[in-house]
């Protein structure tokens, strides 16, 4: 009888389910998985936080000054302390604005849901118009929604289930959402609709605001909002001294957390290909270096090769090999990160070998 290779997994189509599972599933030995684990974890307390502490210790003072005099000497005689203010952050996809924010809501104590300082924190949906705005708000906060209900029943109720949970710290993350609209008449309906929250008499609410350098030109564009905001940039880095040397600092704070030493690698050349291969966006920088010595704690070495960076950057972007900034022989400086899991470019163009600038090898 003719012989056929069908490549077919007899014994896995025989084992149960569940045993042929347990038997692909790959094995970390319970050390690495804690390592891999906690790298994931790690916060790196970036140049910046600083800036993001100050303000929104700023936004609390701000609120304390109010709250003493509106308990002391009632609502009557807080003036021009009666009104709350915001906190705006900006920054590119993937420079940490979301778990900076988290990060120091927890350090300030913002994140106990008892204390008046509780921040409630929500998402802005996609498109943010005023009333699912609202909803969010109102979900959030717990309260149950029997029906659809119109847009000022909705705006009717925040401010007063806010009150009802002594809530004065309100986070709106994405919210460059509200570009999506492209109705600048309800993008301004949302913005004063903020600003009624933070000038309500009865309870004023002080606002922290993030999103994508579109929600800053929303809010330049609406003066009595800026007027009440301030600004933190999340700026992405560049190829100067200081910021090389913070993608350096991050390298040697991740190795150092799991156990693994950098000698050996060009550590500044592996600071600048990071730093062009995610655009200087440290948030995703910093998950790079995560997966890249992860690969390292996985094959159980102590020290980290340029290989592993190219396995992790292929994995997180899904680019070709000749557009790895990690591979050998690439002229990373001329690779349009922005354009490689399917490059506009004819790709037999985008794989003919390139004039090699620099030599770095896999293993070094
Ligand atoms: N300081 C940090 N330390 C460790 N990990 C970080 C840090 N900042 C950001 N990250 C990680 O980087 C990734 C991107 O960060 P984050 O989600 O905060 O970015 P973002 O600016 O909010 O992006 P987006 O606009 O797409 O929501 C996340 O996995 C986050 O955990
Ligand atoms: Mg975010």
Same mark, same amino acid.
């Given at each position: 009888m003719e012989k056929h290779d069908t490549n077919l997994d007899t014994a896995g189509a025989e084992a149960p389910a569940n045993e042929k599972g347990a038997r692909r599933r790959?094995?970390?030995?319970?050390?690495?998985?804690?390592?891999?684990?906690? +790298?994931?974890?790690?916060?790196?307390?970036?140049?910046?936080?600083?800036?993001?502490?100050?303000? +929104?210790?700023?936004? +609390?003072?701000?609120?304390?000054?109010?709250?003493?005099?509106?308990?002391?000497?009632?609502?009557?005689?807080?003036?021009?302390?009666?009104?709350?203010?915001?906190?705006?952050?900006?920054?590119?996809?993937?420079?940490?604005?979301?778990?900076?924010?988290?990060?120091?809501?927890?350090?300030?104590?913002?994140t106990n849901p008892t204390d008046k300082t509780f921040v409630l924190s929500i998402q802005a949906p996609s498109p943010c118009n005023?009333?699912?705005?609202?909803?969010?708000?109102?979900?959030?906060?717990?309260?149950?929604?029997?029906?659809?209900?119109?847009?000022?029943?909705?705006?009717?109720?925040?401010?007063?289930?806010?009150?009802?949970?002594n809530i004065r710290f309100l986070h709106i993350d994405e919210m460059q959402h509200l570009t999506q609209l492209n109705n600048p008449v309800e993008?301004?309906?949302?913005?004063?609709?903020?600003?009624?929250?933070?000038?309500?008499?009865?309870?004023?609410?002080?606002?922290?605001?993030?999103?994508?350098?579109?929600?800053?030109?929303?809010?330049?564009?609406?003066?009595?909002?800026?007027?009440r905001s301030t600004f933190v940039r999340l700026d992405q880095l560049t190829a100067c001294k200081e910021d090389l040397k913070e993608i350096r600092n991050v390298l040697y704070n991740f190795c150092g957390k799991a156990g693994l030493s950098?000698?050996?690698?060009?550590?500044?050349?592996?600071?600048?290909?990071?730093?062009?291969?995610?655009?200087g966006r440290l948030g995703y920088l910093i998950e790079v270096v995560q997966a890249a010595l992860s690969v390292t704690l996985r094959e159980e070495r102590k020290t980290?090769?340029?290989?592993?960076?190219?396995?992790?950057?292929?994995t997180k972007t899904g680019c070709h090999p000749e557009q790895n900034v990690f591979a050998d022989g690439v002229q990373w400086q001329d690779v349009d990160v922005r354009n490689t899991l399917f490059p506009d470019d004819d790709i037999e163009e985008a794989r003919k070998p390139k004039k090699r600038r620099r030599k770095v090898s896999r293993g070094a």
């Open positions: 790959r094995k970390r030995s319970p050390e690495i998985a804690a390592l891999q684990a906690m +790298l994931k974890q790690t916060y790196y307390p970036h140049a910046r936080n600083q800036t993001l502490l100050d303000q +929104l210790n700023n936004l +609390l003072d701000d609120f304390e000054d109010y709250d003493e005099i509106a308990t002391k000497l009632g609502l009557s005689r807080v003036g021009q302390l009666n009104e709350g203010r915001a906190v705006v952050v900006v920054g590119e996809s993937g420079t940490g604005k979301s778990r900076s924010l988290e990060r120091a809501f927890a350090d300030l104590g913002m005023l009333k699912q705005l609202g909803i969010k708000i109102l979900e959030a906060l717990g309260y149950w929604i029997q029906r659809d209900l119109q847009e000022n029943v909705v705006w009717r109720l925040v401010p007063d289930q806010l009150a009802l949970r993008a301004l309906k949302v913005c004063d609709t903020l600003k009624g929250l933070m000038q309500n008499t009865n309870w004023p609410m002080w606002l922290i605001l993030s999103g994508m350098p579109k929600l800053a030109n929303v809010i330049e564009n609406d003066f009595q909002l800026r007027r950098l000698d050996g690698l060009p550590v500044r050349e592996l600071a600048s290909r990071l730093m062009h291969g995610t655009e980290p090769l340029m290989g592993d960076f190219e396995r992790a950057y292929e």
